[in-house]
């Protein structure tokens, strides 16, 4: 970073905020915040950000791979893997049966107890963001392939049936 200005270093070190080349160009005393995207084009500002991202990632050992992998786990979480049920009830399972891509795709396990008994709360990451953004990495959400209305019709129909669901088993 030694060819950058100091309001360009203090810009570099904005944007690694929260990558928005606006808001950083302001927070770094920029008049005209859209001047953030010209700058985020310039091969020295471009290369230190770059240098700095690197250095980030070894620093904090968050890759791209990283990543994609835990939103892979959370994507293709099955529930058989976390719940057994059937006439005899439900029954979830025991945490050390779980496999570490299981275990990473749960959000909240939690015990209550009140009036009504008993009460456990089970919550798994968000499936179908982590689906989205799986398929936007892989291309399928662009081009003439653009899969993005499947996927939200597919989405849209997996809710419909799990309403439809819910709805037959309380009657």
Request: glycine share 8%; net charge neutral; aromatic share 6%.
């Amino acid at each position: 970073m030694r060819d950058l200005t100091d309001k360009q270093r203090l810009f570099v070190a904005e944007y690694l905020v929260d990558l928005n080349a606006t808001g950083a160009a302001r927070r770094a005393g920029y008049s005209d915040g859209n001047i953030g995207r010209q700058l985020i084009t310039k091969d020295n500002v471009k290369a230190a950000i770059d240098s700095a991202k690197a250095k980030r990632a070894e620093r904090t050992r968050v890759s791209a791979d990283k990543v994609v992998r835990e939103l892979a786990r959370l994507a293709f979480t099955d529930m058989r893997s976390f719940v057994e049920w059937g006439p005899e009830g439900v029954k979830l399972k025991n945490s050390t049966e779980l496999i570490d891509d299981d275990s990473a795709a749960v959000t909240e396990v939690s015990e209550s107890f009140g009036e009504n008994g008993r009460t456990l709360k089970f919550k798994l990451g968000h499936k179908d963001s982590a689906l989205k953004m799986l398929a936007q990495h892989i291309g399928l959400l662009e081009g003439p392939r653009d899969m993005g209305a499947m996927v939200d019709s597919f989405l849209a129909g997996a809710q419909t049936v799990k309403d439809m669901q819910t709805e037959d088993l309380s009657q």
